[in-house]
C-alpha cells in the first residue's frame, strides 16, 4: 500500500509542474547494473539535467556515478518527447584500484519522465559496458515557469 501511495504521489507531482512550453531543472539518483569489463557491479550517480522545451525539446544533463572501483563524471546531450528519449556525450572515469583516467563516450535511452528505466551503453578505454538501470528525478521550475514575459506571473496592467 505505501508503494501505491509513493507511486501516486510521485505521479501527482510530477503534472503540478507546467511542463509545456517551458525549462525544467531536474534532479535525482541513478541505480546501474555495469555488464562489462573485468566482472559485473552496481553504480550510483547523482545527475542534473537542464530542458528546454519550447520547441524541440533538448537537454544538457551532468553527473558523477560511483562504482567500487571507479569514479566517473560525465555529461550529455538529450532529446526525447514525452515518455521516451536518447542521449549521447563523453564521460571522465578515474579507476581507484589501477590509479588511472580514461576519456570515453556514453549513449543512453530511457523512458518515462521522472522515475523510469535506462540503458547506457558507455565505451572507455577499449571495453564495452552495457548498463541497465533506473532513475527518479526531482523537476523544479525555473524562472520563466511563472509566465511566458518573465514577469513572475502577474498580468495586471498597471497603467
Not at 15 to 24: D, E, R
Not at 53 to 81: A, H
Not at 85 to 113: C, D, M
Request: hydrophobic share 40%.
Amino acid at each position: 500500500m505505501k508503494r501505491i501511495l509513493l507511486i501516486l504521489t510521485l505521479f501527482t507531482i510530477s503534472f503540478s509542474f507546467k511542463t509545456l512550453a517551458q525549462s525544467v531543472w531536474t534532479i535525482g539518483p541513478m541505480l546501474h547494473y555495469n555488464f562489462g569489463g573485468e566482472k559485473r557491479h552496481f553504480s550510483f550517480a547523482i545527475e542534473v539535467a537542464y530542458w528546454n522545451i519550447k520547441n524541440v525539446p533538448y537537454s544538457i544533463d551532468g553527473g558523477v556515478e560511483f562504482s567500487k572501483k571507479r569514479f566517473r563524471l560525465y555529461s550529455e546531450v538529450q532529446t526525447g518527447v514525452g515518455v521516451a528519449g536518447i542521449s549521447l556525450g563523453p564521460v571522465f572515469e578515474f579507476n581507484k584500484v589501477e590509479r588511472e583516467a580514461h576519456l570515453g563516450f556514453q549513449a543512453t535511452g530511457w523512458v518515462n519522465y521522472f522515475v523510469g528505466l535506462d540503458y547506457r551503453y558507455r565505451r572507455i578505454d577499449k571495453t564495452n559496458f552495457h548498463c541497465v538501470g533506473t532513475y527518479a528525478k526531482l523537476p523544479f521550475a525555473t524562472k520563466d515557469m511563472g509566465s511566458s514575459n518573465g514577469n513572475g506571473g502577474s498580468d495586471f496592467d498597471w497603467d
